[in-house]
């Protein structure tokens, strides 16, 4: 005869032991289930990986030597831990870590592995006005023109910032100026002149179209002009001449 137990007496009289044994096995099945993904990362933690995209982050240079001369995957992200593949060389990127990134680099690391947001070493180097990272990363096939999820290339991060030198720089290797944006469709040029980025605006005229427009039908001069930036419009004024006689010459010697 199977035995209950009793809240009263405080006795088994009313309650089965085996139901009290599947309940028990249920919230232990439940409790492993949901704590699965968590402790499936745990050995990770103790990869020569982690511990290498760990070093580097914390700019361990003797450490991230030694954990790749004991072959640790250069290119290791951190998607399963972190849901985003981040990477060593993208983590030294936005520290500045100079030694750290060319070590990497030495060690083939590949700079255009992008986060969830898009953004490569690059992105990051190209925001934060690093002319030196940025320049040790083109050098080792860092894709210039990489855009992120908003459509946004390096060139338009390092002219938001007004990191001239870095804009110097992605122009040297051939960044296009005339990309634009998914938000606004903003070119590298519009958004200079709205940030009143003038020798920005300069350097990019000597490549850019000033007669595009964004998706609210404005050129880079009237950006400018609604910012107040009136020293860049006024040479946007003076660069859309310019271009306009240059095209109208051309035309007319086209046809002629």
């Not at 704590?35 to 020569?48: E, G, R, V």
């Not at 083109?138 to 992120?148: C, K, S």
């Amino acid at each position: 005869m199977t035995k209950h137990f009793s809240w009263t007496t405080g006795s088994w009289d009313d309650m089965g032991w085996e139901v009290v044994w599947y309940l028990y096995t249920a919230i232990v099945l439940a409790m492993l289930y949901f704590a699965y993904p968590t402790l499936a990362k745990i050995p990770l933690f103790f990869s020569k990986e982690y511990k290498m995209v760990d070093a580097a982050s914390n700019g361990q240079l003797d450490t991230v030597r030694s954990l790749l001369a004991q072959g640790a995957n250069v290119d290791w992200t951190m998607s399963e831990i972190m849901g985003d593949p981040l990477t060593a060389v993208y983590w030294a990127s936005i520290n500045g870590d100079v030694k750290v990134v060319e070590l990497l680099l030495e060690q083939h690391a590949n700079p255009n592995i992008a986060t969830k947001s898009g953004y490569t070493a690059l992105t990051a180097a190209a925001e934060l006005g690093d002319a030196t990272i940025a320049k040790l990363l083109l050098d080792n096939h860092a894709e210039v023109d990489h855009a992120d999820k908003a459509g946004e290339t390096p060139l338009m991060r390092a002219t938001s910032g007004g990191h001239t030198a870095v804009v110097k720089l992605l122009l040297a290797h051939e960044a296009q100026v005339d990309l634009a944006d998914k938000l606004n469709g903003n070119t590298a040029l519009m958004i200079a002149a709205w940030h009143g980025h003038l020798e920005i605006v300069k350097l990019l005229c000597h490549h850019a179209n000033v007669a595009l427009v964004n998706n609210d039908g404005k050129t880079a001069r009237d950006l400018a002009l609604d910012a107040g930036r009136r020293e860049c419009a006024h040479f946007l004024l003076t660069q859309a001449r310019g271009q306009d006689l240059k095209h109208r010459t051309h035309t007319a010697q086209k046809d002629g």
